[in-house]
């Protein structure tokens, strides 16, 4: 029998979602769309232009439960695909916009016996009325928060940002970073290169600005913060952050220690496809801090959940209950 798993990192998508571009025009998007071929297929726009190909496991709960079948996964937690932030709209569209998708996330979650939860969406370019939207969002139901490891120009360690994490802590919400609004402009329009190359680079700024932008030393202990694809680039180049903290006083910036003292912050998902990439995932953040993650149901995700975990820690099964079921269990007070 295999053991079940928790996937902390999936996405959905509503296939009725309110019309943004009627209410709010499209300058202020673009707005995402989704178009179901009916088939079992569908097509995600993005002012009106194709954006990604998906399947129904999206937006179709049963499609989605028959998935977690395949792979043994007891629970999903599900939560927006990044460009549905609507981070760049005015905020007031944006908390309308993350209402209405949160609505529909609880809705998609709805008539899954309970294996299906969701993350809530914020409009973080406004502390108060992100804090607001948390607030309602929890008591409707959402098990945290995801949020994009930027907005604009300002980084994890914004005031702003800052204030929303401290009153995540203090609601008792986990929250989990994902990147997104990549770096590099038109270098990567090839190979999706976003996606391969910059995105991994985000989250090791994301948590980069957290540790060197003081943000660890000032919020609470108690805020769970989880980073997603296994920490982006981050882990595997601690070491080169690790040299230039000590070498050059320029990069300590408003952090009290070096880099490596902040590692029992945080959390990482279990997405880097790679045993060895897993190997020193493990090394260095410790077998309490990784959750299974499979990005699903996109095709850059894991097609088996949670398969790498199972694999690479087979002869582990203290490490593998941890990281299958157990910290996710902690980080998100749910049970398998
Ligand atoms: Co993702």
């Known amino acids: 029998m295999t053991q079940p798993c928790i996937d902390i990192h999936s996405h959905f998508f509503p296939k009725n979602a309110p019309n943004f571009a009627e209410r709010f025009g499209e300058h202020s998007g673009p707005w995402t769309t989704l178009e179901d071929h009916g088939d079992g297929t569908g097509m995600m726009k993005l002012g009106g232009k194709p954006f990604r190909p998906v399947h129904s496991a999206l937006w179709d709960t049963n499609a989605r439960l028959a998935e977690l079948d395949e792979s043994n996964v007891s629970l999903q937690i599900v939560c927006a695909t990044p460009v549905m932030f609507a981070y760049g709209a005015p905020a007031d569209q944006a908390a309308y916009v993350a209402r209405a998708y949160n609505d529909l996330a609880l809705e998609f979650c709805e008539g899954s016996n309970g294996r299906l939860k969701a993350l809530a969406q914020v409009p973080l370019q406004d502390t108060d009325l992100a804090c607001s939207e948390l607030t309602r969002a929890m008591r409707a139901g959402c098990i945290g928060v995801q ?43 090839r190979w999706m290169s976003a996606w391969t190359v910059a995105m991994p680079a985000e989250t090791q700024f994301g948590i980069m600005s957290m540790i060197l932008g003081g943000a ?83 095709p850059l995700g894991e097609e088996k959940i949670g398969g790498l975990v199972r694999a690479s820690l087979d002869d582990d099964p203290g490490a593998r209950t941890k990281l299958l079921q157990r910290n996710a269990e902690q980080f998100f007070c749910v049970s398998a």
């Open 147 to 189: 949020i994009g490891n930027h907005v604009g120009d300002r980084e994890m360690d914004d005031e702003g940002i800052g204030r929303f994490l401290a009153h995540c802590a203090h609601e008792g919400a986990p929250v989990l970073v994902h990147p997104w609004d990549m770096l590099g402009g038109d270098r990567l329009k």
């Open 216 to 298: 660890f030393d000032k919020l609470p202990r108690d805020l769970k913060i989880c980073f997603a694809h296994g920490g982006g680039s981050f882990p595997y180049l601690l070491g080169r952050l690790e040299n230039a903290w000590h070498r050059r006083d320029i990069v300590r910036g408003e952090s009290k220690h070096p880099p490596s003292h902040y590692l029992d912050r945080f959390s990482v998902d279990s997405a880097v496809f790679d045993h060895r990439a897993l190997r020193l995932l493990i090394d260095t953040m410790g077998e309490d801090r990784i959750m299974v993650g499979s990005d699903a149901p996109f």
